[in-house]
């Protein structure tokens, strides 16, 4: 999703590009397409292997690293830059991930760049919970049960898209808050 600046109004997104795993393809597209957008978004290569290349690549665009790496799960390689005013949003692989750190992180930035007012609405609910808890920010995929009370849907990691698909959001629990059974979180919904 990349947001035009030179249209004037509200945000426009263009198509989706792909681009073979080369540094240098995706370099040459990323520099093209930031001389015409406020905003660009993309997945994988964000982390540390060594076919992660987008962490160079946004280097050599020179653009100026907010934030790599968030002690975060799903989602923890999201790396977030700015080049002369314009974001630069690289998100990790993995389904779950990508669901996540968008609508988490990038959804409210690019709102406020469009000079949205009213950001996507996060409830709090009670949570039915298992206990468990995690030395990171931790993003559950859940649904609403019948109860009103959120629910946490059995996954497999963030690679897991059944486990997504069964999701309506996730819920947020601070690093090593255990998620007991009629905690108060935060749940946000994939519908706004």
């Known amino acids: ?3 035009r600046s030179v249209a004037r109004g509200p945000p426009q997104a263009s198509s989706p590009r792909r681009v073979a795993d080369d540094p240098v393809l ?3 597209l ?4 930031l001389l015409t957008h406020d905003c660009l978004l993309m997945t994988g290569g964000v982390s540390m292997g060594h076919r992660d290349f987008v ?6 665009l020179g653009a100026r690293t907010i934030c790599h790496r968030l002690p975060q799960r799903p989602g923890k390689p999201l790396l977030l830059a700015a080049a002369e005013g314009k974001l630069i949003a690289g998100l990790p692989g993995n389904p779950q991930s990508v669901m996540v750190t968008a609508r988490r992180i990038v959804v409210p930035i690019l709102a ?3 000079g949205v007012k ?3 609405r996060v409830s709090l609910a009670l949570l039915r919970g ?3 808890e995690l030395g990171l920010w931790w993003y559950r995929p859940a649904r609403v049960g019948a109860d009103g009370r959120v629910e946490l849907v059995d996954g497999r990691g963030s690679g897991d898209i059944i486990a997504a698909s069964r999701s309506e959001g996730f819920v947020e629990l ?3 808050q255990a998620a007991a059974s009629d905690l108060p979180v935060p749940f946000y919904s994939w519908n706004w």
């Open 130 to 132: 298992d206990g468990v």
């Open 174 to 176: 601070a690093p090593n």
């Open 30 to 33: 990323a520099a093209q397409l």
């Open 26 to 28: 995706a370099r040459a």
């Open 112 to 114: 406020h760049m469009a």
């Open 55 to 60: 962490p160079a690549l946004i280097e050599s």
């Open 1 to 3: 999703i990349l947001r």
């Open 118 to 120: 009213t950001l996507p």
